[in-house]
């Protein structure tokens, strides 16, 4: 089973950087795409950044300029640069990764979740 294992959170000033990286281990046979949602208290998972297995990348409005989303497929990795924080940007960062994985004899989908990671812009 493949897991997602996130690191690189915690507390930053507004104006401040944050990288935060998630990998991707286990049975892959290839992952699509990968990518990092935020959640706030109270209020639905929003999507962040996502990336093809092509490096196409999609950001929300609120982060074009700031974030950068980018991924090393040999290692199964994807990695969210943020610069400029915002106090609005504190959340918890989940990373997702669609993947392929190899079942005994079989390939199969599955949509796998980091474990999260807190970010907090604060002063």
């Known amino acids: 089973q493949v897991q997602l294992v996130e690191s690189g959170g915690g507390l930053v000033q507004p104006g401040g950087s944050l990288r935060l990286s998630c990998a991707a281990s286990?049975?892959?046979?290839?992952?699509?795409?990968m990518g990092w949602y935020r959640q706030l208290p109270g209020k639905e998972r929003e999507l962040v950044a996502s990336?093809?297995?092509?490096?196409?990348?999609n950001y929300t409005d609120s982060v074009k300029g700031r974030f950068t989303i980018s991924r090393d497929n040999a290692k199964n990795t994807v990695y969210l640069q943020m610069n400029d924080l915002k106090p609005e940007d504190t959340a918890v960062f989940y990373c997702?990764?669609?993947?392929?994985?190899?079942?005994?004899?079989?390939?199969?989908?599955?949509?796998?979740w980091g474990q999260g990671s807190l970010v907090t812009v604060s002063s």
């Open positions: 286990g049975s892959i046979f290839s992952i699509n795409d």
């Open positions: 990336i093809t297995s092509r490096n196409v990348t």
């Open positions: 997702y990764a669609e993947t392929w994985q190899i079942l005994g004899v079989k390939i199969e989908y599955f949509e796998v």
